[in-house]
T-cell receptor, first 113, second 114 residues
Framework: DQQVKQNSPSLSVQEGRISILNCDYT??????FLWYKKYPAEGPTFLIS?????DKNEDGRFTVFLNKSAKHLSLHIVPSQPGDSAVYFC????????????FGTGTRLQVTL | DTAVSQTPKYLVTQMGNDKSIKCEQN?????MYWYKQDSKKFLKIMFS???????INETVPNRFSPKSPDKAHLNLHINSLELGDSAVYFC?????????????FGNGTRLTVT
């Protein structure tokens, strides 16, 4: 049972435009959400997170939005840069229990010139 | 200076062999993890140790045995390797076992079983 889903396997965006990556989850117990970025032959790198008590968290060019009622979160990157080209994983966990992240299958973002 | 390092980066071996993957973190974290990324790109947790104590043990064949000699190290030993064990194995660490803290991942070990 896939509790975290990223339905778009790939996304192509022009440099300077906004990239929007989406993620849906089914487990209503999840209360902490993260985005990771992964380059080939490297491990996932933490990008940004959001707690369920918030609906938005911003860090520079990256903003994560959380819609709890829809069980949906999104990552906005603006402006997109060629170095942002990578696979982005959404992850979720239940706090107060042994830390265990449940990951989506990733979205490959390509930022073109 | 690499925060979470795993060795080897690539491992090619035959079915039936026994192999180990080593992981070390220099972040001073209390909790370490093994994740497996299979051919469908799912990243799934296998084990977690907090201060050398096993706290998460997902449904993993008992051919897989983690060992944590101290809180900075978490090794993974795999007995009687099978074709289906081919995957990328990621080690990770976090400051604690509870709460909202992101995991820091190593660069992975690509295991190929022939």
């Amino acid at each position: 049972d896939q509790q975290v889903k990223q339905n778009s396997p790939s996304l192509s965006v022009q440099e300077g435009r906004i990239s929007i990556l989406n993620c849906d989850y089914t487990n209503s117990m999840f209360d902490y959400f993260l985005w990771y970025k992964k380059y080939p032959a490297e491990g996932p790198t933490f990008l940004i997170s959001i707690s369920s008590i918030k609906d938005k968290n911003e860090d520079g060019r990256f903003t994560v939005f959380l819609n709890k009622s829809a069980k949906h979160l999104s990552l906005h990157i603006v402006p997109s840069q060629p170095g942002d080209s990578a696979v982005y994983f959404c992850a979720a966990s239940v706090t107060g229990t042994a830390s265990k992240l449940t990951f989506g299958t990733g979205t490959r973002l390509q930022v073109t010139l | 200076d690499t925060a979470v390092s795993q060795t080897p980066k690539y491992l090619v071996t035959q079915m039936g062999n026994d192999k180990s993957i080593k992981c070390e973190q220099n972040l001073g974290h209390d909790t370490m993890y093994w994740y497996k990324q299979d051919s469908k790109k799912f990243l799934k947790i296998m084990f977690s140790y907090n201060n050398k104590e096993l706290i998460i043990n997902e449904t993993v064949p008992n051919r897989f045995s983690p060992k944590s000699p101290d809180k900075a190290h978490l090794n993974l030993h795999i007995n009687s390797l099978e074709l289906g064990d081919s995957a990328v194995y990621f080690c990770a660490s976090s400051p604690g076992a509870l709460g909202n803290s992101p995991l820091h991942f190593g660069n992975g070990t690509r295991l190929t079983v022939t």
